[in-house]
């Protein structure tokens, strides 16, 4: 297992700031990886977010990336290149409705979207879209490579804004698809290729996309791995980088995806090796948490300037090797890979989330998913 471990834009508008309250959440489901993992873990959430278990739905595909739609979950299957789809019952167990090939080798990350399951492939670097059907299942994918031709050449092997003494190189051996997300508007199509250092967009269309990618190279050798959207700016787009640990602000603009800062999310003063992973908006809007592997760090960085964001503190998780995390209303589960368990913050002051204390053991935790 590896160790990760436009044509012209036109006018985009603003987006409402988020107002609505947070879904109330009732279950979670962790995927993991095999052979420590045996599936899908799934838990009920009490009212003060301690977790329940209820059981484990046997996956051996390495279920490492998990979404949701009603009350249905997409899991993505790294290691069987496959997308499984589950209906969770009214005491939260799973049963599974439906699997379909991905489109790919390796799917890392899916989304679901504009009808579709989009689906990032870290083995071949393909994006894939998978219509959703009435009944919940999936159509066949459509698939579409990173890039074509002699001219796809991989980035660095050493981040050049890496911390001093980083021997963080993963993944610049070839181009690898990491992640693939619709722009909040509903009028892009965003994916990253950690390999290359690029972030692609295309005017979303029905199903794959019909034209090239504009695409920003961002600092050589980065790893540009997860993003995620201004919540009340459909224009600004954050980049979470893996190799280099840094945070890259993007704007859509007519003429294309522009760089319009970049910063570590590591103290000042870090020196060594790191891999940042995920990066969600934390409940309120005006937060980010980005997840740091090997320092074993949550960063709050402050979007009280959306054009450059500013990173506020740390926080230690409380275990080893966050690879991503699941917010389910003023509660957050870490997914620690390497200490085989979820480590939970009350994130009820966005700006200072609290380890409670508390933690569950779940084997080689990749993703969750709350419902």
């Given at each position: 297992?590896?160790?990760?471990?436009?044509?012209t834009?036109?006018?985009?508008?603003?987006?409402?700031?988020?107002?609505?309250?947070?879904?109330s959440?009732?279950?979670?489901?962790?995927?993991?990886?095999?052979?420590?993992?045996?599936?899908?873990?799934?838990?009920?959430?009490?009212?003060?977010?301690?977790?329940?278990?209820?059981?484990?739905?046997?996956?051996?595909?390495?279920?490492?990336?998990?979404?949701?739609?009603?009350?249905?979950i997409?899991?993505?299957?790294?290691?069987?290149?496959?997308?499984?789809?589950?209906t969770?019952?009214?005491?939260?167990?799973?049963?599974?409705?439906?699997?379909?090939?991905?489109?790919?080798?390796?799917?890392?990350?899916?989304?679901?979207?504009?009808?579709?399951?989009?689906?990032?492939?870290y083995?071949?670097?393909?994006?894939?879209?998978?219509?959703?059907?009435?009944?919940?299942?999936?159509?066949?994918?459509?698939?579409?490579?990173?890039?074509?031709?002699?001219?796809?050449?991989?980035?660095?092997?050493?981040?050049?804004?890496?911390?001093?003494?980083?021997q963080?190189?993963?993944?610049?051996?070839?181009?690898?698809?990491?992640?693939?997300?619709?722009?909040?508007?509903?009028?892009?199509?965003?994916?990253?290729?950690?390999?290359?250092?690029?972030?692609l967009?295309?005017?979303?269309?029905?199903?794959?996309?019909?034209?090239?990618?504009?695409?920003?190279?961002?600092?050589?050798?980065?790893?540009?791995?997860h993003?995620?959207?201004?919540p009340?700016?459909?224009?600004?787009?954050?980049?979470?980088?893996?190799?280099?640990s840094?945070?890259?602000?993007?704007e859509?603009?007519?003429?294309?995806?522009?760089?319009?800062?970049?910063?570590?999310?590591?103290?000042?003063?870090?020196?060594?090796?790191?891999?940042?992973?995920?990066?969600?908006?934390?409940?309120?809007?005006?937060?980010?948490?980005?997840?740091?592997?090997?320092?074993?760090?949550?960063?709050?960085?402050s979007?009280?300037e959306?054009?450059?964001?500013?990173?506020?503190d740390?926080?230690?998780?409380?275990?080893?090797?966050?690879?991503?995390?699941?917010?389910?209303?003023s509660?957050?589960?870490?997914?620690?890979?390497?200490?085989?368990?979820?480590?939970?913050?009350?994130?009820?002051?966005?700006?200072?989330?609290?380890f409670?204390?508390?933690?569950?053991?779940?084997?080689?935790?990749?993703?969750?998913?709350?419902?």
């Open positions: 297992m590896r160790r990760r471990h436009l044509l834009l036109p006018a985009l508008h603003l987006m409402p700031a988020l107002a609505a309250a947070p879904p959440h009732r279950f979670l489901h962790v995927g993991t990886y095999a052979p420590q993992g045996l599936g899908l873990y799934s838990f009920a959430i009490g009212a003060d977010g301690a977790l329940r278990p209820l059981g484990v739905t046997p996956n051996a595909g390495n279920p490492s990336w998990l979404a949701s739609a009603g009350q249905r997409y899991a993505a299957e790294e290691g069987a290149h496959h997308i499984a789809v589950y969770q019952d009214t005491t939260g167990g799973l049963s599974l409705l439906h699997r379909e090939p991905s489109g790919g080798s390796s799917p890392c990350h899916l989304s679901l979207s504009a009808g579709h399951a989009w689906v990032a492939h083995g071949d670097a393909r994006f894939a879209a998978l219509p959703l059907q009435a009944d919940g299942r999936l159509g066949a994918a459509k698939s579409w490579p990173s890039c074509a031709g002699p001219d796809c050449r991989s980035g660095p092997q050493r981040a050049a804004k890496a911390p001093p003494g980083s963080a190189n993963s993944g610049h051996e070839a181009p690898h698809a990491h992640m693939i997300q619709v722009s909040p508007d509903a009028r892009w199509l965003v994916g990253t290729d950690l390999g290359r250092d690029r972030v967009v295309w005017p979303l269309a029905p199903g794959a996309p019909t034209v090239a990618a504009r695409e920003l190279v961002l600092s050589p050798g980065s790893g540009p791995r993003f995620a959207f201004h009340a700016d459909p224009r600004i787009v954050y980049v979470l980088q893996e190799e280099s840094t945070l890259s602000t993007v859509l603009t007519a003429d294309g995806p522009r760089l319009l800062d970049e910063i570590s999310v590591l103290p000042g003063g870090f020196a060594g090796t790191n891999y940042a992973s995920d990066l969600i908006v934390a409940p309120g809007g005006q937060h980010l948490y980005a997840f740091n592997r090997l320092h074993d760090s949550l960063a709050v960085i979007l009280a959306a054009r450059s964001p500013t990173l506020l740390h926080h230690w998780v409380h275990g080893s090797y966050p690879r991503s995390a699941c917010l389910a209303g509660h957050m589960y870490v997914c620690n890979q390497r200490s085989d368990q979820l480590s939970h913050f009350d994130v009820s002051r966005p700006e200072a989330p609290r409670m204390p508390r933690q569950t053991p779940v084997p080689s935790p990749a993703g969750a998913c709350a419902l």
